[in-house]
């Protein structure tokens, strides 16, 4: 298989995994990238502009990119995309990809996890002051 030919499988092979496979139906109307929190800070990362890459191809240039691990699964994009691409569940489908295939390394993937379990343990603490136990306030 020569290397345009594997360039141009990319799209097909996020397609495989299950939250890729309605990657094709993006028309870069870029509603993704304006709902973003993420884009507002860094306008580096922009989820039209992924998508675009994937389906020019670049396997590498996406796997390789610390880019792909910015979103925080808001689902702004998700809610607001009239093609209904499901970008984060697209953005799981390239890390998996990336972790599989080496692109990445694994002391990243640990990092986040940690990062991602102290974020979950500030909202929990967060919600639980603001909405304290019923049942603790009744005795
Ligand atoms: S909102 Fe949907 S259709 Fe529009 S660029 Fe983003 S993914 Fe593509
Ligand atoms: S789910 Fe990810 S890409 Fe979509 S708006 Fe939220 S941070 Fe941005």
């Not at 594997?6 to 309605?22: I, L, N, W």
């Not at 390239?94 to 909202?123: F, M, W």
């Not at 967060?126 to 603790?136: A, S, Y």
């Amino acid at each position: 298989m020569n290397e345009k030919t594997k360039e141009a499988d990319f799209k097909y092979q996020v397609a495989r995994y299950p939250g890729g496979e309605f990657v094709n139906r993006c028309f870069a109307c870029g509603t993704c990238t304006l709902s973003c929190p993420v884009s507002e800070v860094e306008p580096e990362y922009s989820p039209r502009k992924i998508i675009h890459m994937i389906l020019l191809g670049l396997k590498e240039e996406v796997l390789s990119s610390s880019l792909i691990w910015y979103c925080m699964t808001c689902y702004r994009c998700y809610v607001r995309c009239p093609q209904d691409v499901r970008f984060p569940e697209l953005m799981r489908v390239l890390r998996k990809i990336a972790v599989e295939e080496g692109y990445t390394n694994p002391g990243l993937v640990e990092e986040l996890k940690d990062s991602e379990k102290q974020a979950q343990d500030q909202r929990r603490s967060l919600i639980k002051n603001l909405f304290p136990d019923k049942r603790e306030q009744n005795g």
